[in-house]
C-alpha cells in the first residue's frame, strides 16, 4: 500500500494557484476516475487507486500534517516504539510519498528526494513536525519563473499558473515516475 499526498489549498478560488500542482498532479494519475470521496475522520478527499491511496488534505497547506499522521495511522503505518510511542525518524519512503510546489526549482523540472528537510515549506514542515521524520518521499515540482523576482514566495504560490504553464504540467507529470 502507498498512501500518496499532493498538497494544495481547498476551494475553488485556489484550484488553479501555484501552491496547488500537488493538488493538480494527483488529479493527473487519478486520470478520468473522478470518483474522489471526502472523508471526515481524515479531512481529505481520498481517491484509492489499486493499491494506492491517493489524498487531497483539505487542511489548507500549512496543517497537512494533521491529515497524512491520521490516514498513517488509521492503516498502521508508522512504527511504533513498545506499541504505543511513534517511533521517531522511521523510514516510510515505502509508504508515503508527498507532492508538493517548490519554489526553488525552476518551472518544468521537479526533483524526488527522501529525508531532506522541508527547506521553508510549510506543508512539508507540518507534515514533518507531525509524523516525527522526514524519512518520506517527496516529489518536488518546481515553480520558479522570471515573475518571482518581483514579488515575494508568500504572494507568488498564491498566484495562478499561466494558460502556457497549466498547458504545460501534463507534459511535465508524464515524465514522473512514482
Known sequence: MKIIVGLGNP?????????????MFLDFLAGVDTSWKFNKKFNAFILERGSDILVK??????????????????????????????????????????????????????????????????????????????NFKRIRLGINNEFKANISGENFVLQNFSKNELDELNNIFQKIVI
Do not use: C, W
Not at 476551494?11 to 493538488?23: A, I, L, S, W
Not at 504505543?84 to 523510514?91: A, E, G, H, P, R
Open 11 to 23: 476551494g475553488e478560488k485556489y484550484q488553479k494557484n501555484r501552491h496547488n500542482v500537488g493538488f
Open 57 to 134: 488534505p483539505q487542511t489548507f497547506i500549512n496543517n497537512s500534517g494533521m491529515t497524512v499522521r491520521a490516514i498513517l495511522d488509521y492503516y498502521k503505518l508508522i512504527p511504533k516504539k513498545f506499541g504505543l510511542f511513534t517511533n521517531k525518524n522511521s523510514d516510510l519512503s515505502e509508504v508515503l510519498t508527498v507532492v508538493h510546489d517548490d519554489l526553488d526549482i525552476d518551472f518544468g523540472n521537479f526533483k524526488i528526494s527522501i529525508g531532506a528537510g522541508s527547506a521553508g515549506h510549510n506543508g512539508v514542515s507540518s507534515i514533518i513536525n507531525h509524523l516525527k521524520t522526514k
